[in-house]
């Protein structure tokens, strides 16, 4: 039985473009190379076929998140999320550098989908594969008043999505969101609130008082006041999720 499942799983990494279906293979393959010995179920064709699925997963990554529309997008983050699941739990280090050169093509490419531009970005930042300058100079080009709402919103989720805000914390960071929102018609403002709510919905509530104290230039250990100079409406959101009603 096994030669023959081994042999249409080969088959599968070298025939099936959809990346999601061949990455969620990933981590029962995985379990079988770690634990198959325990119930005298050979392992030899799941570390060769983890292999291929790795390469036919990893080496052209960065090409199937470009120019997708917002439903195929969340489906990639689903992959490149299991990607990243198996890397962080130390397998294939032989495949990590490619991989961080995957994640950072698809950072830099204009034609990525933004939601996995802000995920990649997030990474690289918390992997220290970036310093803080990379990361303020990639900011400011995703929030550079000219771009789009929808764009910058679907980036920002990204960022965010199951990731610590720590960057967003650094003065330069806070100082260019602050600039980008300023310049917003009231109803390009409406259309990023939902995503906004999504977003910081994510975050611990310290995390969310954090960037609140942070942007009112109060120390950590002050009570917030609540004031703001720009978008009353700023601290709703971030605090608890709600914002302006429609």
Same mark, same amino acid.
């Given at each position: 039985?096994?030669? #023959?499942?081994?042999?249409?799983?080969?088959?599968?990494?070298?025939?099936?473009?959809?990346?999601?279906?061949?990455?969620?293979?990933?981590?029962?393959?995985?379990?079988?190379?770690?634990?198959?010995?325990?119930?005298?179920?050979?392992?030899?064709?799941?570390?060769?076929?983890?292999?291929?699925?790795?390469?036919?997963?990893?080496?052209?990554?960065?090409?199937?998140?470009?120019?997708?529309?917002?439903?195929?997008?969340?489906?990639?983050? #689903?992959?490149?999320?299991?990607?990243?699941?198996?890397?962080?739990?130390?397998?294939?280090?032989?495949?990590?550098?490619?991989?961080?050169?995957?994640?950072?093509?698809?950072?830099?490419?204009?034609?990525?989908?933004?939601?996995?531009?802000?995920?990649?970005?997030?990474?690289?930042?918390?992997?220290?594969?970036?310093?803080?300058?990379?990361?303020?100079?990639?900011?400011?080009?995703?929030?550079?008043?000219?771009?789009?709402?929808?764009?910058?919103? #679907?980036?920002?989720?990204?960022?965010?999505?199951?990731?610590?805000?720590?960057?967003?914390?650094?003065?330069?960071?806070?100082?260019?969101?602050?600039?980008?929102?300023?310049?917003?018609?009231?109803?390009?403002?409406?259309?990023?609130?939902?995503?906004?709510?999504?977003?910081?919905?994510?975050?611990?509530?310290?995390?969310?008082?954090?960037?609140?104290?942070?942007?009112?230039?109060?120390?950590?250990?002050?009570?917030?006041?609540?004031?703001?100079?720009?978008?009353?409406?700023?601290?709703?959101?971030?605090?608890?999720?709600?914002?302006?009603?429609?």
């Amino acid at each position: 039985l096994w030669p #023959e499942l081994a042999a249409a799983l080969d088959l599968a990494c070298l025939q099936d473009h959809n990346l999601v279906l061949l990455a969620r293979m990933i981590r029962p393959l995985q379990s079988i190379f770690d634990y198959g010995s325990l119930h005298g179920t050979p392992t030899d064709f799941a570390a060769r076929t983890l292999e291929g699925l790795l390469n036919r997963i990893v080496s052209g990554f960065a090409n199937h998140c470009l120019q997708l529309n917002s439903d195929r997008a969340q489906a990639m983050m #689903e992959a490149l999320l299991l990607v990243q699941h198996h890397f962080d739990r130390g397998g294939a280090v032989e495949w990590y550098p490619v991989w961080m050169g995957q994640l950072r093509s698809i950072a830099h490419h204009r034609e990525s989908h933004p939601l996995l531009r802000g995920k990649c970005w997030s990474l690289l930042a918390g992997l220290k594969e970036i310093g803080e300058g990379e990361f303020l100079e990639a900011l400011q080009r995703e929030f550079a008043p000219q771009m789009g709402v929808q764009q910058a919103a #679907e980036w920002f989720e990204g960022f965010l999505h199951g990731q610590s805000p720590f960057f967003l914390l650094l003065p330069g960071a806070l100082k260019c969101l602050d600039q980008w929102l300023a310049v917003q018609e009231e109803v390009d403002f409406m259309a990023f609130l939902p995503l906004l709510r999504r977003s910081f919905a994510q975050m611990k509530e310290s995390e969310r008082k954090r960037i609140l104290q942070a942007l009112a230039g109060q120390q950590p250990n002050q009570t917030s006041a609540w004031v703001w100079m720009l978008h009353p409406e700023r601290s709703a959101i971030i605090d608890a999720g709600y914002g302006r009603q429609a």
